[in-house]
């Protein structure tokens, strides 16, 4: 049975609001959850709760259904594939999340930063690293306030700063001053908390309920997700460090490939995303987070189908484009290997790969690996000098096959 918002039963069915609300609100299904929820401009203020719903368990279910399937593709594919791929998707994301933001950026940009030939002062260095981190699954605390604004610090603070200097943040811990979201028009459609006392106070409640593991994972992720974005503890950036907060604990229970393509997921379809933070926000909502979980953990299914098809999609070209290899070409092992190589960067990272990954990859001296670069010929081989170093990959038109998407 479908779970109506509150809004939507105000203007469809309003003579039973009032009571279909009181029994939602004290409901043995509902988890109240500490926070206090007011739309901007508007005179209510709702306590915050949500009630376990069916689709709630059935989301769950098809989002670890698909999982599975996607562990099983995971385990099929080349190591040296994942890689290329996992390359592939941080550019992508981290493109995503600066076009939500309005930052300008270009995947060439972003893949210098992860090649390491971009300078270390490179305005997305901290950025892409971070998200280079989910892959080996570095510990960040997300424990306190003072977590949080560490980790914006090295996150975004820099960069919002460059954007703006008013920006720069001047309380204790977030911002003094009070901060509006606008809409594309100019209108004021949320302010954050304030005084930063608030905040603070917010803030600890929303991390309190992202770690009690009494909950289910999707559905505290999905509560924090919006309270974030609620409280607004920044003067800007909040958008992207709340996608990484969350990319960072689906990676931390799932694998983090799956992860990692969120902000794809959300620029794909950002009219539905910022449509339930508006209702959820809705006076006439009262506070009721259930369809935001509903929709969030919709879209996080979305991410994964997407991730599992665009994996599935890659591997079925690679052994495709395998097959038409070795009618091409056949000589020495290594080679031959090296070929194998460069067709998978075509394929996942179009930058390709440098001189070093070659050495790593097949464990040989950078003479061999050379002699036998010099040995493919010309039409096989797309070769681009990026500052200073060179980057090789195949010529995918050699295998006359169709255009790669």
Sequence with gaps: ?????????????PDVEEE???????SDLTRHLGLDIKQYNHRNAYPAFLCYTENMMMLQEKI????????YIVNTVPPVVLRQFSLACIVDEVKSTNDIEGVKSTRREISMVIDEVSSTSN???????KYQGLLSKDDIPFFTCQD??????DFAHEEVIKEDPKNKLDGKIFRHDSVDVASATGKTIHRGLYPESAIINALTQALSILHDENM???????????????????YDGNGRTDRFITAYFLARHFHPLIAIRLSVTIKRYRKRYYSLFEDTDSELNRADLTTFVEGFCSLLLTSFEDTIRLLARKKEQLERFEKKLSEIYSGDELTENIYYVLLQAALFYGQGVNMQELISITQKSRATIQKRLDSIPDAHLVKVRIKNVYYYKLNLLILKTEEIS
């Design 216 to 234: 289910p994972l999707l559905v505290r992720v999905s509560v924090f997700h919006y309270f974030f974005a609620y409280i607004h503890p920044f």
């Design 64 to 71: 670890n259904k698909r999982y599975e399937y996607f562990l």
């Design 148 to 153: 949080i604004r560490d980790f914006y610090n």
């Design 123 to 129: 305005r997305m260095s901290s950025v892409v690293h």
């Design 20 to 26: 279909l609300y009181q029994r939602r609100f004290h």
């Design 1 to 13: 049975m479908e779970y109506v918002s509150l809004k939507k039963i105000h203007y469809k069915q």
